[in-house]
């Protein structure tokens, strides 16, 4: 009995500074995450979409190769087994979410591509209970319901006539369909060799997604090679391969590692908000009533459908 007061002084101060870092490695993961986002939107196709999608997994593949060949080497990823998978994981996960982003870029927001990616978890579940993985539930259902509405809200800004229109919210249908490529990887990814760490499996998927998007970029190398080769692509090659790409994932394992996955899934969360935030202050592109609402009922559903 004496000696439960000092074990409360000491537990305290020690739980409330792993919080601190908890929240404080969400908010950089979630930016680091969001500032992808934000460079496809403030690049808007000056760079070619495929070079920097090439080179922005190429540099993510080779951060991350010592993880790899560890992992190689020591049998946790079998290449002869797992060839095919890591191939489908990069085309789903890399290549769908790289190129086809930058290009979304030039026509719509970061905030759209933030808002639409978060409707990840839905599509997930809703893969995950058709092949009979998982049972949604009647709050699960409410919460998909509420997610694409607030998906639809957003995507027709309004209006439902401009999904009719064939040059309407083109760029949001490229994130519509990036985002059920992250859904499908999302749901592979954690199936191949799983007994190698998250890291080394990410430096494989890069590498298939860099071998996925080398042919339209060497097309693209060939055709305009003067917006391919030039400072400003350069640079953007290096940030979009270190934020959101050898830090942010590096920062998410970090975190998986210390707190759980499940703590760790409330960057799902975060993300949104992030890139609303840097939108804002570096595009001079701040959110409207629309987007608060449709952005609202999106993780309000996402919240909803991951309970049980």
């Known amino acids: 009995m004496d000696a439960e007061p000092p074990k409360a002084q000491v537990s305290r101060p020690a739980k409330g500074w792993e919080d601190a870092v908890a929240l404080t490695g969400f908010i950089l993961v979630a930016v680091g995450q969001a500032s992808n986002q934000v460079l496809a939107r403030g690049l808007a196709g000056s760079v070619p979409p495929f070079s920097l999608a090439f080179f922005r997994w190429s540099i993510i593949a080779i951060g991350l190769a010592p993880f790899a060949i560890a992992a190689i080497r020591d049998g946790k990823i079998p290449l002869a087994q797992n060839l095919w998978p890591i191939l489908a994981a990069g085309f789903l996960g890399m ?44 709050l699960q259902w409410l919460g998909t319901a509420l997610a694409l509405g607030g998906a639809l809200l957003i995507v027709s800004g309004g ?51 860099a071998l996925c998007s080398l042919p339209p970029a060497l097309q693209e190398m060939w055709a305009t090679p003067a917006e391919v080769f030039n400072t400003r692509a350069f640079e953007a090659y290096v940030f979009a391969g270190l934020v959101p790409g050898l830090i942010a994932y590096a920062g998410f394992a970090w975190l998986g590692a210390r707190f759980g996955s499940v703590r760790s899934s409330l960057v799902l969360y975060v993300a949104p908000i992030a890139s609303a935030l840097l939108s804002w202050i570096i595009l001079g592109e701040p959110p409207k009533l629309i987007h608060l609402v449709g952005g609202l009922l999106i993780l309000g559903g996402v919240w909803a459908s991951l309970r049980k």
């Open 95 to 138: 290549f769908l979410c790289g190129g086809p982003v930058y290009i979304a870029g030039i026509t719509t927001t970061a905030i759209h591509i933030a808002l639409i990616f978060a409707l990840s978890p839905i599509m997930v579940l809703l893969i995950s209970a058709a092949l009979g993985i998982e049972h949604i539930g009647p």
């Open 159 to 209: 209006h439902l006539e401009t999904l009719t229109e064939s040059s309407a919210a083109w760029g949001d249908l490229l994130v519509v369909c990036a985002m059920l490529g992250w859904s499908g990887y999302t749901l592979l990814q954690s199936r191949v060799a799983p007994r190698a760490s998250l890291l080394a499996r990410v430096s494989m998927f890069s590498a298939a997604g």
